[in-house]
């Protein structure tokens, strides 16, 4: 291949970018995703990667198993900041998941073709994110066998929770939205795990991915169904992305605390989520494209643009941060205004100028094509925008609750070992659980995948017998791609 | 597909056809059943009515209550006046006891009891948890009879546990009082029935006994 094949970053308005680079043909593509899980062994690094994940999800274990047993006395929060690092920690865990349902649903929804080659990971993400996001509600309430009263369970007590609260929304919005990702990351890899099923060698294998295929034969009939499910969950999901992130907010918007108590909450959560999630999903990508060679899938070009969505999402995330300052002011309430100047100035002013920095500045290199198709530049920005939008968090819970109404209420917010290794261990748990997919499941989408290429033959419009919106069954006009494979008649 | 293998070799053997349907069903039944199993099995109507530790002596509430028609305050002298009601001391047994069956084995632990001044240890059967603050006089002379709760007390060898004594059960009759009001003279009668509806009379005496039952947290957690 040569060089100018892997830029395929250049855009002519005309000419709609290649998305799979190398001259890669249906054959090819399946050989190459399933040739990851069916490797005998994958690459040296990989193990050594998932022995640092696996052991820092053994001390995340150790950390909630120690807190269970002795009580959230272990953590370093206290009244007045009763919420510290363990919602941090859940808000910036379900932020980190709206990348996947962003890419999965809404950009399919708007016929973004390159979503292709990084959807399935991508949800696969976001549903790993939202597994360690779930985690950290659960263990914070102190007495963790009574968590099933969160639900709205009937019980001998006759109590139900309070509707009323946004911490009930949380639940419901939170437990929706990991039921329909998990439903969409398993529903779209069906077709790809009957492919796995059809080329197992092992008999373990066999019957593990012909379970996970739920009896896929690839008729007609399914794929028409598959797509129409697709397109109904994609429909589904589309409102998540949205409303997920909203109701997190609603935890501190619907309360009265100087600093929470915000209109602007809801799209500036939002906003924030898909930023962190975008850069997480490059962060993880970058590497994972590099590691199993998968440069022509996820090309750079895709890279490119997830780096644009980083930077318009981030640029909207600063101008949340001014507009904050802003009503603070405009309100002419001196608590807000304390509230703000606090933020900034105050006890906490180190995390609040390392998420301005990492949130706002950093991600501007972002406008130079040069920062945004540079594999190292894209990673450092990305991690530190993860490093940024994870202190956004703690900035608001903690700058916010430190600093009660009366001076005699106020308080300073010290982490204890537990409370950091235990965050430590929550990115032992997502890797661990990524690292895992990469290996055990197809993580390129196939058969999706299959479809966006110029062999597919739905470049050339609507003809008799075929549809025109690409999610069409991949199907070829050998005619048309005898050049691109070099094939001569 | 890989080389050397045939196309249509099936996945799993065709005996599995069979017990799909089987599969399906139970997959579909098992959260029915275990919603049902917590439901119902996990309910104090299930694991706490019917608790009849036994006793170190067997003392027969049929016996004294019923049959000999010994009124329930003779002995749970405090039930009036306390939060608690009290068990009664070796000594309340012995009044009688000094002359009656006095040489029976059956009362040896009685006769040690009060021989020694060690109580005789007595199994708590309607035990609320320690978070909840019961208290007895408040309902009894307000017009909850002790047959409420505690059921036909008069009628049993053993004393046997017949209410769930649950939150959600001590809720349900502080939203509804008038189901369980009686005149106050009738509190410890065990046979007493309502000479006209239970709902009328419950309604009058709720209103003539100021009867405002809160359902705070804090009347009962405090």
């Known amino acids: ?489 | 597909m890989r080389q050397g293998e045939p196309a249509d070799q099936p996945v799993f053997p065709k005996w599995i056809n069979q017990i799909r349907p089987l599969v399906g069903g139970a997959l579909l039944l098992a959260p029915v059943y275990a919603i049902m199993l917590v439901w119902y099995g996990g309910s104090p109507k299930t694991t706490d009515i019917g608790y009849a530790p036994k006793q170190p002596v067997p003392y027969s509430h049929a016996l004294h209550a019923g049959e000999l028609g010994i009124d329930c305050r003779y002995c749970h002298s405090t039930v009036e006046i306390a939060a608690r009601s009290a068990i009664p001391p070796t000594q309340t047994c012995m009044n009688c006891h000094k002359s009656i069956r006095a040489t029976s084995t059956k009362l040896l632990p009685v006769r040690e009891s009060y021989a020694t001044g060690m109580p005789v240890p007595w199994v708590r059967v309607h035990d609320l948890p320690d978070f909840v603050y019961f208290n007895h006089s408040a309902h009894v002379t307000r017009g909850i009879g002790c047959v409420s709760c505690h059921g036909r007390v008069d009628k049993m060898d053993v004393i046997t546990q017949v209410q769930p004594l649950s939150m959600g059960w001590c809720l349900d009759c502080h939203r509804r009082p008038e189901k369980n009001l009686r005149p106050v003279e009738y509190v410890t009668k065990m046979d007493w029935v309502p000479q006209e509806d239970q709902l009328t009379l419950g309604r009058r005496l709720k209103s003539s006994y100021n009867i405002k039952p809160s359902t705070d947290c804090s009347t009962c957690h405090r």
Not at chain 1, 64 to 72: K, S
Not at chain 1, 368 to 390: D, F, P, Q
Not at chain 1, 417 to 429: H, N, P
């Open chain 1, 1 to 489: 291949m040569s060089t100018a094949l892997i830029d395929n970053t250049y855009k002519d308005p005309a000419v709609r970018p290649t998305l799979v680079l190398g001259g890669q043909d249906f054959t090819s593509i399946t050989e190459k995703v399933c040739g990851i899980v069916e490797a005998p062994k994958p690459p040296r690094i990989w193990y050594i990667c998932l022995a640092v994940a696996a052991g820092l999800t053994g001390v995340l274990f150790a950390m909630v198993g120690y807190l269970i047993v002795t009580g959230v006395g272990v953590w370093g929060l206290n009244i007045p900041v009763g919420w510290a690092f363990d919602i941090t920690n859940f808000v910036f865990w379900v932020g980190i998941g709206h990348a996947g349902t962003l890419i999965s649903a809404i950009l399919f929804l708007f016929r973004q073709k390159w979503r292709t080659s990084i959807n399935r990971s991508a949800e696969a993400m976001t549903i790993f994110a939202v597994v360690c996001a779930g985690l950290f509600p659960a263990i914070h309430v102190g007495r963790v066998w009574l968590l099933y009263w969160v639900f709205p369970v009937p019980n001998q007590m006759s109590l139900w929770p309070n509707f009323r609260s946004p911490l009930l929304w949380d639940v419901f919005a939170v437990s929706t939205y990991m039921t329909v990702s998990l439903m969409f990351w398993f529903m779209g890899m069906i077709p790809d795990i009957a492919t796995l099923r059809d080329r197992a060698t092992t008999r373990v294998r066999r019957i593990v991915y012909g379970l996970l295929s739920l009896g896929w034969r690839g008729s007609n009939r399914q794929w028409h169904r598959y797509e129409r499910a697709y397109l109904m969950l994609a429909a589904l999901a589309t409102p998540l992305v949205l409303s997920v992130h909203s109701v997190v907010s609603f935890d501190f918007a619907v309360s009265q605390v100087p600093g929470w108590h915000t209109t602007i909450f809801p799209p500036y959560f939002v906003a924030g989520a898909i930023f962190s999630g975008m850069a997480m999903v490059v962060t993880l990508l970058v590497p994972a494209r590099q590691l199993f060679g998968l440069k022509e899938f996820i090309t750079l070009h895709h890279l490119n643009n997830m780096n644009k969505l980083v930077l318009a999402t981030g640029s909207m995330v600063g101008f949340a941060y001014g507009i904050e300052f802003f009503i603070s002011w405009y309100s002419g309430n001196p608590f807000e205004r304390f509230a703000f100047m606090n933020r900034a100035l105050g006890p906490y002013w180190w995390a609040y100028w390392i998420m301005v920095i990492c949130n706002v500045f950093v991600p501007q290199v972002f406008w130079s094509k040069k920062a945004r198709t540079n594999l190292w530049i894209m990673t450092i920005v990305c991690i530190l925008v993860n490093v940024g939008m994870w202190f956004e968090r703690f900035v608001i819970i903690v700058t916010s609750l430190s600093r009660d109404y009366l001076p005699s209420s106020w308080g300073y917010f010290k982490p204890t070992w537990v409370d950091i290794l235990t965050m430590a261990g929550s990115f032992g748990l997502f890797l661990t659980l990524f690292l895992l997919f990469l290996r055990y499941l197809p993580m390129i989408a196939m058969a999706e995948i299959k479809s966006v290429m110029p062999q597919a033959g739905l470049e050339h419009g609507a003809h008799a017998g075929h549809g025109q919106y690409w999610g069409e069954i991949p199907h070829q006009h050998e005619h048309q791609f005898d050049e691109l494979n070099g094939v001569k008649r």
